[in-house]
């Protein structure tokens, strides 16, 4: 690509690549929730949610990070920057997103806001969100009673339902950030007012220092000073011993307070302050009106935690600005020409690096869902601090956990020590990273930033995370749990979209990723096969409830052989190998590991269709071993039996002619198995030699996808359900350790408690195995072309290839987005009325996954990490 031709948010990246670390100093990385989080948690009982409340979050320091709403700091989190709000009729400000704990809601942790991440660049140079304010006192008690009186079966009671917005009593409040350059932040606040009558609302620009002098981090304590204001200007100026100066410049008002990030003992331990100056000193001022601790706060002329107040009345149907810059530099005039021309010239070059990803049959509604699709996925980067050592010792002079922690949740991982920005799955309901999540965020990553991706994925393999032993750590709830092991395959992808969408040949990621899986991969042979038969364990494996019974507490003495560990680890097995694969190629001294993991795929493909297929019912079935010695099929129609389908690879035959002995050895284990009659995963299909390797044979393939194309079992208006639908009308029973345990069609929320019941793996749709399908068919259509061809949907007499059932299941996932025929987008259910307002029109929210039969948006209403695989789909119109 020629130099003219590269967007300046391109060359912006560019430069970044050259970084040790890919990252620009100042982003999104502020969390949204900071309090319930395990690392916030210094209880004896694990319990997360109520050891640090919401209630406490204003008033007590936080040990191991910050957050707010809009909010971004530098890479480190030592200076924050956040808007608060206040309607005049709330209880407290709105300094922070509000939602249910895992036991206050009846399907678990649930955000309660209306916010959208409307737009956001791989560098952040532009950058907008959108918060929406209702002009009543917001409810949350109401929110917390409601929805803890309703059963499982209800859906969940939402700020839309509280009546608030029906006529329009609220406030649009947008911030947008622009940069000038790396280290020089134009900050506009536009606060539009709906409602029919002039309201009054209290803007609090926030800027603060993290506490991380209370638990002995810093040699010197930072600080932030006053300064003698400009004539257009308010300024503080920020000064930490690491990050050095920065300047806060804001929009002149009157009324300006300061205070310290340090906790109100009074309200949250019960005992006496040692100075007004706490973090919640704001709360009391404004909201309560306490003239003497305004006075004082206005008074104070240093500090950790600074406001400038803005008490605007806004006129019906009008909007009003509140402007700031952060700066390295010493200004004399911040907000002159070049400051207001900075957002449409930001936005201008969005536009043009954005354009460049949409296909060419993309519509205008295409376009908004692929940009707020990534700008979801690039405002859900996160600074992310843990370490396990200190969590569960303690800090000296402060905080002393007790004794049961140290053979609690975690315990094991003390080599853990992050301090990295990661990619979230979602920066309020799931506010950490997850193994499995991170894998599918890199894959829209790799499209806007593939070295951001490339270093995603080899964090999670550093001796900082991975463990001794060489597991991946899962999450933060249990990094002891086991999800899909997938990172092979997503660094295929990432090496593959970044070689086809920028130009580049990455070998030296992949060897170094390589290494470090070769690891992993020995972790779950050994771990996970107890039985040496190729048959794998796993249990949770991230799909919550979707089997039978939980997977990850089966009594002593008893296992599960699992078609989904068991497919995913021949997945593994044969990304390895196409990995290995693509680096002999340059390098010959990786031809034996080629060898190896082909030799894996086959033992694996082999004992998967010999011990759990189901010839009576053309299916894949897990199989539950009892203490007795017998079995029993767990004959659950599931995405657990469809996942043999992801297990899909291919040898070119350019590619095999460079390596002489694998092919020999190819050749020996083929002519072997066939001598033998074993089972032998692979197809020589190509007119040019290629083999496709897979874990199903044609025949069975076609089996599977006739189940998985019937819209009486998998098929729905936005893709393959997670549990047939045949279950709706009849359930799974199973009797087992004096306890009936059953499984029953669930195309909405969870209806049980299993794993927090947050989440449902029974009936829902769910993006990322959708997008694992809709790649895998697209794959084999290479090989099988019109020669397969199969009845789109299951009996409908309309023949499809593999390729056309593949673009038919993208569309229908797509549209889960859209806007039909009714002017209605499925992904908001009963909510359409709000969105179809003209202001709201445009607004789209990515949830955790998908009602079964509307395609309405369920769960995590943020989870714009694996969702925003969307914006992949879009681009392979």
Known sequence: MSEKNITAEQQRLNANALKEVPLEKWGPYLGERQWGTVREDYSSNGDAWNYFTHDQSRSRVYRWGEDGIAGICDMHQNLCFSVALWNGKDAILKERLFGLTNTEGNHGEDVKELYYYLDNTPTHSYMHYLYKYP????????????????????????????????????FDVNIRYAKNNSEDICIEITIT????????????????????????????KPILEKQSPLPTAGVVKATHERLGSYFLYHQLTAETLMTENETNTQKVFGY?????????????????????????????????????????????????????????????????????TTFPERKKEADEFYGKLLSKNASTDDAII??????????????????????LNGDAHNIHPPEERKRGRNAGWEHLKIADVLSMPDKWEYPWFAAWDLCFHCIPMAMVDPVFAKNQLILLCREWYMSPTAQVP????????????????????????????????????????????????TWWANREDANNNNVFTGGFLGLDNIGVIDRNSLPPGTFLEQVDATAWMGMYALNMMEMALEIAQTDITYEDVVTKFYEHFVLIAGSLNEALWDEDEQFFYDSLHTEKGSSIKLKVRSLVGLSVLFGAGIITNEALQKLPDFKKRMNYIKQYRLQNNLFLPSEQVSEKGDILLSLSHKERLAQLLGVMLDENE????GGIRALSKYHQQHPFHLQFNHTDFSIGYVPGESDNGMFGGNSNWRGPVWMPLNFLLVQTLRQRHF???????????????????LQQIADGLAERIISIFQVNSNGMRPVNGDESWFYQRPENKDLILFYEYYHGDTARGVGASHQTGWSSLVAALLRNR
Request: proline share 6%; glycine share 4%.
């Open 135 to 170: 002009q009543a006192a917001f409810p949350y008690e109401q929110l917390v009673q409601v929805n803890g009186s309703l059963p499982k079966t209800a859906p969940e009671f939402e700020l839309l339902n509280t009546g608030l917005f029906n006529d329009n009593d609220y």
């Open 193 to 220: 007012n709906y409602s029919n009558n002039t309201s009054p609302i209290v803007v609090l620009p926030t800027l603060w220092f993290r506490n991380r002098w209370l638990f002995g981090d810093t040699d010197e």
């Open 272 to 340: 006496a302050n040692t100075s007004p100056f706490v973090k919640d000193a704001f709360h009391d001022a404004i909201v309560y009106e306490q003239s003497d601790l305004q006075q004082l706060l206005q008074d104070k002329e240093r500090g950790t935690k600074y406001s400038p107040v803005y008490r605007l009345n806004i006129p019906a149907g009008e909007s009003q600005t509140v402007v700031l810059r952060l700066s390295k530099d010493a200004l004399q005039q911040p907000f002159d020409a070049g400051f207001h």
């Open 370 to 391: 692929q940009r707020q699709a990534f700008a979801g996925l690039l405002w859900s980067k996160q600074f992310y601090q843990y370490d396990i050592e200190r969590w």
């Open 474 to 521: 899962a999450y933060e709830w249990n990094f002891s749990d086991v999800n899909p092991p997938i990172q092979a395959w997503a660094a295929l992808q990432v090496y593959r979209l970044e070689k086809e969408i920028h130009g580049t040949t990455d070998i030296a990621f992949l060897k170094r990723i390589f290494q470090k899986l070769m690891l992993n991969f």
């Open 714 to 717: 998998f098929l729905s208006p």
């Open 783 to 801: 090989f099988y072309g019109e020669n397969l061809q199969l009845p789109y949907p299951a009996g409908s007499g309309n023949m499809a290839s």
